[in-house]
């Protein structure tokens, strides 16, 4: 990274990955300027943010000028930026070093790379997989997610110390990676869409996602989804040293002769990679069928890198979910706490209660957007036995769903917890779940997450 020192770098971008490589820089003493298209009035709290950074990079906002390109030594910019941007083929012409956050992290990081691709489940997976390892005393910086930035493992003071760096890579990602190689490809699925201006076919998005089997070699191992991705002869015909996980069993399906890997078979999840493994599910913490195809996959993955089966059942009965979503939070006397505040919409609070076994104690609300509640009763009323509405959506909401189960509205979010738990009983499931966004009260969803995870851990 010392090649980059006291260079003048051009940040493209200013979410959360433009303010990892702004303090990534700022190590490295740059001269920074930062760009976004977005006006300023739409990046006022970014503004501020950037205002109290020592010293203080430049701006350009509600425009990308072609003479902030041109004169950087360096150039990169997050993924959410089109890597087709005409500022950035310019600047590429005239010989200036352009990446992408996550090509530039891959090309200076000198570890072996876990990468988890697809279009849904990465998150979790990724999480998964570090968390066994680390069961199994492994050194693991897990990336490239919304949250954790590939970018800030350069900056890592134990890089020095990892094993092995896990990154999950959407789509979006990849199309500006032609090198890339890790050792450990997992894929859960591939969905067939397109994304305006980047992927204009299904076909260009299947195609791009996919691209990393080129690079993939005799050495390198590839977990793919049988349920989901069997037919796929792209992936059927990699180089790598495949392996397939199933939540159906490969004894009944007839196919336990021709396919290694993982699959649940006789309430017990197999697992027939190097040699067989079994493992107990009774104990897990996370919920949902998702999520129990996402553990299937990363079991597959770290039976491949032979991480030891007690690190792996360690990871079945602790792993408590990804932050905010399904997020296991404690039992007390008898009562599961869930923190499921990601769901600010109503089809994601019919995902989530699908995923719940009766009986659910709903706190849900937020704020007021004109949201539309029907069709969300039956659901409900099959999960929920009872609920808690708060924040300024209350009445509206309650207009259309309060009838199908018992509901209560309460004044505040503080009091919507401990009445939770007051009207609680054995064997109930508290679930935070608004099903509205949570700029009412708070900053965002993670701030409400954390929020109640403080009231509960308070009662």
Known sequence: MEEYRGKKVLVVGLGKTGFALINLFNELDCQIRVTDIKPIFDLNKAVKRLKKINPTPQMTLGEHKDEDFLDADLVVYSSSVNPNLPQILNAKEHGVQVYSEFEFSYKNCNKPVIAVCGSNGRTTIAHMIGYMLKM???????GGTNTEPFCNFLSHPEKDFMNYVVVEVSPLQMQSLTDFHPVLT????????????????????????????????????????????????????SKAQTYWYSRKSFVNMGVISEVEGTHFHDKRIHSNIHFHSEFRVRNMRIVGKNNRENLLAAITACKALKVSDEAIQKCIETFPGIPHRIEFVIERNGVRFYNDAKSEKMDDLKKTLENLKPPVILISGGRDSEQNYEGYEDIIREKVRLMILVGECKENMNRFVGD???????????????FAFQKSRTGDTIVLCPGNESTDIFRDYEEKGNYYKKLIFQL
């Not at 067939?192 to 690079?215: C, D």
């Not at 199908?404 to 401990?418: I, M, Y």
């Open 404 to 418: 199908a189960t018992q509901t209560f509205l309460v004044g505040s979010f503080d009091e919507s917890v401990l």
């Open 186 to 237: 997992v894929f859960p699925n591939i969905e067939e869409k397109t994304i305006e201006g980047r992927f204009n076919t299904a076909g260009e998005y299947i195609e791009n996602s996919l691209k990393v089997l080129k690079n993939l070699e005799e050495s390198d191992y590839l977990i793919v989804n049988f349920d989901a991705l069997s037919g796929n002869s792209i992936l059927r015909t």
């Open 136 to 142: 199994d005393k492994q050194n693991v910086f897990v």
